[in-house]
C-alpha cells in the first residue's frame, strides 16, 4: 500500500524549532521529487520546500529560506523539514506529497499540525 506519512508536528514558542519527517511506504521516495506544502487556516495550501529526485537541488519558498532545511534518508525512505526561527505565521498542517507540482494521481500524507504560539 502507498502511503506517505508526516510526524512531527506540535507547539511551539515563536524563535522554536520542529523537525518533521515524512515516511514513505510502498514506493522508494529516492525515485520521486518530494515536495513539503502547508495550509494555514482560511489560506490557500502553499509550496513551502522541494527535492528534486534527480539532481538533488532544493527549492525553498522565499518565506522560509535560511530558516527551514529539507533533507532526505534514502535508506529510512523518510524526508525531513527542519523549521528554525518559527514565527506565528508558520501555523499551519503541513503535508508532504509525491511531487513538487502534485497532480491528481500523486501522493499526500494525512498532514501534521504546526502551531506557533506563546
Known amino acids: 500500500q502507498v502511503q506517505l506519512v508526516e510526524s512531527g508536528g506540535g507547539l511551539v514558542q515563536p524563535g522554536g524549532s520542529l523537525r518533521l519527517s515524512c515516511a514513505a511506504s510502498?514506493?522508494?521516495?529516492?525515485?520521486?521529487?518530494i515536495g513539503w506544502f502547508r495550509q494555514a487556516p482560511g489560506k490557500e495550501r502553499e509550496g513551502v520546500s522541494c527535492?528534486?529526485?534527480?539532481?538533488?537541488?532544493?527549492y525553498y519558498a522565499d518565506f522560509v529560506k535560511g530558516r527551514f532545511t529539507f533533507s532526505r534518508d534514502n535508506a529510512k525512505n523518510t524526508v525531513y523539514l527542519q523549521m528554525n526561527g518559527l514565527t506565528p505565521e508558520d501555523t499551519a498542517v503541513y503535508y508532504c506529497a509525491s511531487d513538487c507540482v502534485p497532480m491528481e494521481d500523486d501522493y499526500w500524507g494525512q498532514g501534521t499540525q504546526v502551531t506557533v504560539s506563546s
Open positions: 527535492i528534486n529526485s534527480s539532481d538533488g537541488s532544493i
Open positions: 510502498g514506493f522508494s521516495l529516492a525515485n520521486y521529487d
